[in-house]
């Protein structure tokens, strides 16, 4: 059975107000002829679900099932969005939190006449924009989802931008799974949400009871999940999740809040319409064999190809405008060569010379006040939210601003990223342009001890696809990359120091992302020593030692690890015989030493590398004792760099260095 | 003025059994002679945290003023524990979840006669062992704390082993600050001991109503935190935190609760005591001058040093008796060559051949079915743990469980380790002995798309203190290492692919944790090809392709990715003239290729890496679509080592590179 059918816009009226709850008309009852044409969507994104998905071989067809319903009902009659113009400020925002529902959303988009029916059945199919969970690639996806717990929170950002910045009518809504409902991020977003009185938010949880490897926690005790919500600042709306009338009555609602979030709560059933499977464990993640696929297609009345028109946002400005206001300047800080200042405190200072820009926003998980983030709060406390200490509610909040097209800056302690390494590494799939401050790097922080050393963020960070990974040394380079971080798309990643070190740079010179600095240099090195951040300072100091025994140091600023400047590392590898010493306040593995290896690595002629890191668990402890005791003090360094020369100097008569002499370049390899 | 006192032990029995409520006599009621004690006990308890931060010039006297008389009473009438045998096995557990209390925890310390006045001036001095924040190297502490949220979820994961496992009647008391309570982790881990209803767990928030930089969400509002208490499946009383009477009945309504979990939510004044300070903003975190401190120590009464005499548990047998019955063995399974069998699949039946040893136990995110723990689960379900979508709880209930001195596995997708990276960060610090199982590594699964695929996972944990890290190539390797991590300490992560890929090795082949296999030589190898993983297999594949072109591949399959083995590396490094090629199903940094590099930087004559790696964002497709697309299949691996032994034909005459014969060893390096 195939129909063809088109149904006209309800004309729900939108306008540019604070609170649609004062404005909005409530919609039409539901008439018998809705009811029953919803109930055929419900079927009809079913019925795709379960094609898409048989024809992928894979997916996840129960899950969409379950949800088809709350979808039908709320695309139809609730969501405002304009398919052609996904860009649209006015625009409703869906973000899919349960993204292994990914059939029923491609269905949808079926169903709202953004993809056709052919390219459904592409679902999953190499060099299809329909893979296995959203992502971006697809217009109309705002972030990728797949990861569990993660779409709620992310959807409450897009709220916290709705309400305190765009500050237009925009509803968002997020639909999670009930086995995510487990996850603690789910509920550092729903008490974000109630904290901000984000009422323009909609939470639904799709209750099918069964997880991936059998029932989850709480089966259909619907009742746990409403004292929940509630007690974290929500209000909870609970509903038969297949009862068309319940679900607008619950939408309705939930569109009219006033300042608290809602949350419906849906009892459904995981396969629902199809006898075979539904409710049944064993279901989950399995795409239907095709001759199931027909038996479920014929229980569920046949393919359909119902289009619908949905609700369209008034045309609203881009809030964004043209830009910053005409003659707008960016004056970042500048400090004096020799005076001693933290790079976090011209984070801080660098940050608040951003807030000009009316796009810049920062947000901090409570810790504001070490990352100096407390700068830009006073400076500009419409654009600055408080997180409190809930590392993936930050992030998230970051990656809500890049969906709504701003350029947010969040920070807490380098170490207390990893608390949200998941989500950072999918912004990155979401391809986000999120801007990361992680101060307290390193043992150089002292006596707090390990908890709050960042010490694995650097390789951490660089694996993230796409990153920017920067590290400078003193204020004025920290001001520079600050700026410059505004200016950079994907997952930008500062990382700044506790202690005041001098000054090295005057306040003009430039530091390119993907740069470096050869700082100290006689033209005759013998040896590149290599730092960044505090151990800089430690190789300009070693220098200076191995100068007084004649030996000629160059020392190389890497502020920028990735991307990392292949040619001045390459050409000090030429210099100096491929004499390397890199000093990182870091464990050994996949920091500094790391960057500078995979760098050269491909080359004719590698440099070989003395490696002075942190091997040993710290303690606590002054700065100058731990990084003595970690091997990463300027006599550490030095003492490298003479043993490396040491066993360079006994090298065999007439067995020359390849690359020795200008040989370096990977194309015209010495050997 | 200074005070000497002893103070006996109340005689509160305790047995073996297992429901304490049933047995527990109720303490003696307080008399005014108790009263006065222990408010004496209270303020000793803040001056000593008061002395100890000043002599350090950092830390957290504040944050242990809020909290001196909880601890208190808990330390004089409550907590059961043996200062002088901290491994019995029927002590009391107190973990500071609010881990910058530490000047309270060693304060306490003091007043349990475990630690002298002298040592507790030590604090946060290099060398000593009372930290920043407290960590293992003190007996008496459990796990590193000072990454707020993470020692509940731990206690909660010790009262699960005391319950299920252990079955003995001690208690976990977990003090918890009011500024963590914002972090997911809590209510993952209140939710968990609710659901596993874990009566012998208190929790206490110490609600001072102060963060690091100001109010916190929720300041004094106690209702909020009862109402989330309790639909989080805890029993909650509300106290007044500086009414010693309060405490005490609180403490032993905890102490004899029945099928739930307690919170003791006690409003509490951060500071209190000195009047200077108390409830005032801008003073977490700071030390208080000299001149302030003698003030607040004379408006406390002085210096005292009272010694408490704890309660004393009953002797108890070491659970673990001695180890396994005799005539255990422990019989892996065994995989025919050339059949097809996913490491997975190897990994699940490897850990249920494990399961004899009684100290075994698995836990898993509700993934069980992916991974293959499920087949643990179905033999030995009394040690198998559920922890359902809430990977912080699952590493935490790994960590409690090696506090235990079980050997836990925990196992989920690689890519949502990173879920809960700071806790793995945490558990490295904590000296936890943890074992890891992250199953769909790499692009390699297909389908599902980016958002389920590990990627950055062999960086994250290479970077983990003291890790180590695996990667099998055919489930005969993989069902060897799976034996080792049982015998492995520190953090040990497995990285098990999804695909069922060709059986490489006899079952009776050795797989050494640090080893590699050189699995394919001629001897006269004029490059190397190393992978790991589903890479192996493509390297295998190439070597193939190459030897019908006349190159002689040497294949290396680097199953320990750390530590590394030198040894191969650096003797393939001789033979092949330092020709690699590396591939991985990773991005490019800080995994397989960074590993490789490393080992080998500092040697006379690096190698040359050639490096096959994810570079692009990957998407849906079938699994040898994505790795053509990524650029690690066969033909990749073969090309790369065509490319490399291209440019490295055309060396000039005379050039000879150093190294290319035998000359690859560090001490005696080639030029």
């Not at 925009?170 to 639909?175: E, G, K, M, R």
């Not at 799974?177 to 996850?183: F, N, P, Q, T, Y």
């Not at 979401?430 to 101060?439: D, H, T, V």
């Not at 890199?582 to 050994?588: I, K, L, N, S, T």
Request: negative net charge; contains cysteine; charged residues 20%.
């Amino acid at each position: 059975m195939d129909r063809e059918s088109e149904r006209p816009a309800q004309q729900t009226a939108r306008t540019g107000v604070d609170d649609p709850a004062t404005i909005l008309p409530q919609p039409p009852e539901l008439t018998a002829e809705d009811t029953e044409f919803l109930r055929e969507l419900g079927q009809q994104l079913r019925v795709d679900s379960i094609r898409c998905s048989t024809a992928a071989g894979s997916g996840h067809p129960t899950s969409s099932m379950s949800a088809a319903d709350i979808i039908a009902v709320l695309l139809a009659r609730h969501l405002v969005y304009d398919w052609s113009l996904p860009d649209n400020p006015n625009n409703d925002h869906l973000i899919y939190s349960k993204g292994h529902a990914s059939p029923l959303c491609y269905s949808m988009f079926k169903a709202a006449g953004a993809i056709t029916d052919q390219e459904l059945l592409s679902f999953r199919k190499f060099g299809s924009r329909l893979e296995g969970h959203p992502t971006p690639a697809i217009p109309w996806v705002d972030v990728a989802t797949g990861s569990l717990g993660q779409g709620l929170p992310i959807a409450v950002g897009v709220a916290l931008a709705g309400k305190y910045l765009d500050k237009l009518p925009f509803h968002v809504w997020a639909l999670c799974g009930d086995s995510e409902l487990a996850e603690g991020s789910i509920w550092e977003a729903i008490d974000k949400a109630g904290y901000y009185r984000l009422s323009n938010l909609t939470a639904i949880f799709d209750v099918n009871r069964l997880g991936q490897r059998g029932e989850t926690e709480y089966g259909w005790n619907l009742e746990i999940y409403r004292q929940r919500a509630e007690a974290f600042g929500a209000f909870p709306i609970l509903v038969d999740g297949h009862d068309v009338e319940q679900i607008d009555a619950a939408l309705s609602r939930s569109r009219r809040a006033a300042d608290k979030p809602t949350v419906i709560i849906a009892r459904t059933v995981k396969g629902r319409g199809f006898s075979e499977i539904e409710n049944k464990n064993g279901w989950h993640g399995r795409a239907l064999p095709p001759d199931m696929a027909e038996r479920a297609i014929a229980e569920l009345g046949g393919v359909r190809h119902i289009t619908i028109q949905t609700l369209k946002p008034e045309p609203a400005e881009d809030p964004h405008g043209g830009g910053p206001p005409e003659g707008t300047q960016v004056v970042l800080p500048a400090y004096e060569v020799g005076s001693k200042v933290a790079t976090r405190k011209a984070y801080g200072d660098a940050l608040v010379a951003l807030g000009v820009l009316p796009d810049v926003v920062a947000m901090d998980g409570e810790v504001s006040n070490s990352t100096h983030a407390d700068e830009f709060a006073s400076a500009y406390p419409d654009r600055y939210f408080e997180m409190f200490i809930s590392e993936q509610m930050l992030i998230a909040a970051a990656v809500a601003m890049s969906v709504r097209r701003y350029r947010p800056f969040a920070s807490t302690f380098a170490a207390f990223f990893s608390r949200a390494y998941d989500f950072i590494r999918m912004a990155a799939i979401s391809q986000a342009n999120i801007r990361l401050a992680g101060s307290h790097a390193g043992v150089e922080i002292g006596q707090d001890g390990p908890s709050q050393m960042g010490l694995e963020d650097l390789a951490a960070m660089r694996a993230i696809h796409g990153s920017t990974v920067l590290y400078p040394s003193d204020a004025n380079s920290a001001a520079r990359l600050t700026g410059a971080m505004a200016e950079t798309d994907g997952i930008v990643f500062l990382r700044t120091t506790r202690g005041a070190y001098p000054v090295l740079y005057s306040p003009d010179e430039d530091f390119p992302v993907g740069g470096a600095k050869v700082i100290r240099s006689s033209g005759r090195d013998q040896v590149a020593l290599i730092g960044a951040g505090v151990t800089l300072h430690n190789c300009l100091a070693a220098a200076e030692r191995l100068a007084t025994e004649g030996v000629s140091a160059r020392v190389i600023d890497l502020y920028s690890v990735k991307p990392v400047d292949e040619g001045v590392l390459r050409e000090a590898s030429a210099v100096t015989r491929g004499n390397f010493v890199v000093a990182e306040d870091h464990y050994p593995q996949g920091g500094l030493g790391a960057a500078v290896m995979e760098a050269l690595a491909g080359d004719a002629s590698p440099p070989r590398v003395a490696h002075c890191a942190v091997r040993d668990l710290p303690t606590s402890g002054k700065p100058e004792e731990l990084m003595e005791a970690a091997g990463i003090s300027a006599e550490d360094i030095a003492g490298a760099a003479r043993r490396l020369l040491e066993t360079a100097r006994f090298e065999p008569a007439g067995s020359a260095r390849p690359g020795g002499s200008g040989g370096a370049s990977p194309s015209t390899g010495g050997y």
